[in-house]
């Protein structure tokens, strides 16, 4: 689950390798010497989020229009295709490869008005220089050999691939503008925030990121979010004046918004794991049936949780490039050694009442490693933000460990 759920902000957006953007200096700059006519117009296009899970995030895009010709095309990122060579497996892996594409404007414009999204464009005042390098900046990025590039969901998808190239063409006007400055957000707080309208695929997620997702961010880092690129963009000043023309929206759309922060969710686990516990605790020590079956079901599933959503924490640690789900400090709640309690509990709900002694020491050891990431949260090297997951859990541990003896 915890890997599904990755799944959708590894889909969100794409990402670009910037160590590629460095050979074709020269060559874009020489595209751009040749006697173009009359400058292109180039605006960012914002698109509000949709409705299906990977569309909670949004998407931009580049338009550029020809005053010649009066043709309008949207250079998007972040298309990928499931019928890759090895699609699957290098996501897995944290290698994932997708690719930049040249759409007509009016095509995605039809598109996203099906889907009841939010259209909105800012018009770029670029200078002409600026503009014509960005243009072929963009029909050399666009080309087959340079389309594809690497996916990594913050540093640089759909959204910094934009940012990247309009930061190119102002001469890196946009990150001197925009780094340093913050509201205080985290990578995790704005995901979590974006995929608050689909709960179940938000906590996934909030499991399955480290502490490197915890970091304060900038306006510049920040950016990976579309509509956070369409404000900093606002606020930049391209030297006589505004970048950014007032927005003009194109169509209003209909789908629930993403709220300002995520919700706060220490207190209800808190109290959901107090009374979690309690109830486990209250069915415990019975040899009578009626209470011996629902809690060593409830535990044989709580177990099983724990210790294959640990299995999945410890291969996205070690097994994969996804860096942001490095060092989870959750693996301290969702503990593999679950696993070897599952024998002893399914024991219990099938009647066979003796003593586990090793089963017992396990269930502790299992307790005490939930009870020592609550107290590494007094460490300064223990940042990630996993406290509700922490009071949620350790009741439950603490249950299970003083419930795990032979019924009276």
Same mark, same amino acid.
């Given at each position: 689950? /915890?890997?599904?759920?990755?799944?959708?902000?590894? %889909? $969100?957006?794409?990402?670009?390798?910037?160590?590629?953007?460095?050979? %074709?200096?020269?060559?874009?700059?020489?595209?751009?010497?040749?006697?173009?006519?009359?400058?292109?117009?180039?605006?960012?296009?914002?698109?509000?989020?949709?409705? *299906?899970?990977?569309?909670?995030?949004?998407?931009?895009?580049?338009?550029?229009?020809?005053?010649?010709?009066?043709?309008?095309?949207?250079?998007?990122?972040? !298309?990928?295709?499931?019928?890759?060579?090895?699609?699957?497996?290098?996501?897995?892996?944290?290698?994932?490869?997708?690719?930049?594409?040249? &759409?007509?404007?009016?095509?995605?414009?039809?598109?996203?008005?099906?889907?009841?999204?939010?259209?909105?464009? %800012?018009?770029?005042?670029?200078?002409?220089?600026?503009?014509?390098?960005?243009?072929?900046?963009?029909?050399?990025?666009?080309?087959?050999?340079? =389309?594809?590039?690497?996916?990594?969901?913050?540093?640089?998808?759909?959204?910094?691939?934009?940012?990247?190239?309009?930061?190119?063409?102002?001469?890196?006007?946009?990150? $001197?503008?925009?780094?340093?400055?913050?509201?205080?957000?985290?990578?995790?707080?704005?995901?979590?925030?974006?995929? @608050?309208?689909?709960?179940?695929?938000? +906590?996934? *997620?909030?499991?399955? +990121?480290?502490?490197?997702?915890?970091?304060? !961010? &900038?306006?510049?880092?920040?950016?990976?979010?579309?509509?956070?690129?369409? &404000?900093?963009?606002?606020?930049?000043?391209?030297?006589?004046?505004?970048?950014?023309?007032?927005?003009?929206?194109? @169509?209003?759309? &209909?789908?629930?918004?993403?709220?300002?922060?995520?919700?706060?969710?220490?207190?209800?686990?808190?109290?959901?794991?107090?009374?979690?516990? =309690? #109830?486990?605790?209250?069915?415990?020590?019975?040899?009578? =049936? $009626?209470?011996?079956?629902?809690? $060593?079901?409830?535990?044989?599933?709580?177990?099983?949780?724990?210790?294959?959503?640990?299995?999945?924490?410890?291969?996205?640690?070690?097994?994969?490039?996804?860096?942001?789900?490095?060092?989870?400090?959750?693996?301290?709640?969702?503990?593999?050694?679950?696993?070897?309690? +599952?024998?002893?509990?399914?024991?219990?709900?099938?009647?066979?009442?003796?003593?586990?002694?090793?089963?017992?020491? !396990? @269930?502790? #050891?299992? @307790? /005490? #490693?939930?009870? !020592?990431?609550?107290?590494?949260?007094?460490?300064?090297?223990?940042?990630?933000?996993?406290?509700?997951? #922490?009071?949620?859990?350790?009741? *439950?541990?603490?249950?299970?460990?003083?419930?795990?003896?032979?019924?009276?």
């Amino acid at each position: 689950m /915890v890997a599904c759920a990755l799944l959708v902000l590894f %889909q $969100a957006c794409a990402i670009a390798d910037n160590a590629s953007a460095q050979p %074709q200096t020269e060559t874009v700059a020489a595209e751009s010497r040749t006697d173009p006519g009359p400058p292109p117009e180039v605006s960012l296009l914002t698109i509000g989020p949709g409705e *299906i899970f990977f569309e909670r995030f949004g998407h931009n895009a580049i338009v550029v229009r020809d005053p010649a010709s009066g043709r309008a095309v949207a250079y998007n990122y972040g !298309i990928f295709d499931f019928d890759q060579q090895d699609f699957l497996l290098n996501f897995a892996r944290g290698r994932m490869r997708y690719r930049m594409a040249v &759409d007509e404007l009016d095509d995605d414009l039809e598109m996203y008005r099906e889907e009841r999204r939010e259209i909105v464009e %800012q018009r770029l005042a670029l200078t002409p220089p600026q503009a014509r390098d960005l243009v072929a900046f963009l029909e050399w990025n666009a080309r087959p050999e340079n =389309a594809q590039y690497r996916y990594d969901y913050f540093e640089a998808n759909c959204s910094t691939r934009v940012r990247d190239a309009l930061d190119r063409a102002l001469g890196g006007a946009l990150h $001197a503008q925009s780094e340093g400055r913050s509201r205080g957000y985290t990578w995790r707080l704005d995901a979590l925030r974006l995929m @608050a309208p689909e709960p179940v695929l938000m +906590l996934l *997620i909030d499991l399955g +990121l480290g502490p490197y997702a915890d970091q304060r !961010i &900038d306006y510049w880092q920040e950016s990976f979010v579309p509509a956070t690129l369409a &404000d900093v963009v606002t606020g930049v000043n391209n030297g006589s004046g505004a970048l950014a023309a007032p927005a003009a929206t194109l @169509a209003r759309g &209909d789908v629930e918004p993403a709220p300002v922060l995520p919700p706060d969710l220490r207190w209800p686990f808190l109290g959901l794991g107090i009374v979690l516990g =309690a #109830i486990v605790y209250t069915l415990g020590g019975s040899a009578s =049936a $009626a209470r011996r079956v629902p809690l $060593a079901t409830f535990a044989l599933l709580f177990e099983l949780f724990c210790g294959v959503g640990g299995l999945l924490l410890l291969f996205l640690w070690f097994g994969t490039e996804h860096r942001a789900a490095w060092r989870n400090e959750n693996l301290l709640l969702l503990n593999p050694l679950c696993l070897a309690l +599952l024998p002893a509990w399914f024991g219990i709900a099938r009647g066979r009442l003796r003593d586990r002694p090793r089963a017992r020491a !396990i @269930a502790w #050891i299992v @307790a /005490v #490693i939930a009870a !020592i990431a609550l107290f590494s949260k007094i460490l300064p090297t223990f940042a990630q933000a996993n406290l509700h997951w #922490i009071v949620l859990l350790l009741p *439950i541990h603490l249950a299970l460990a003083l419930r795990l003896r032979r019924p009276a």
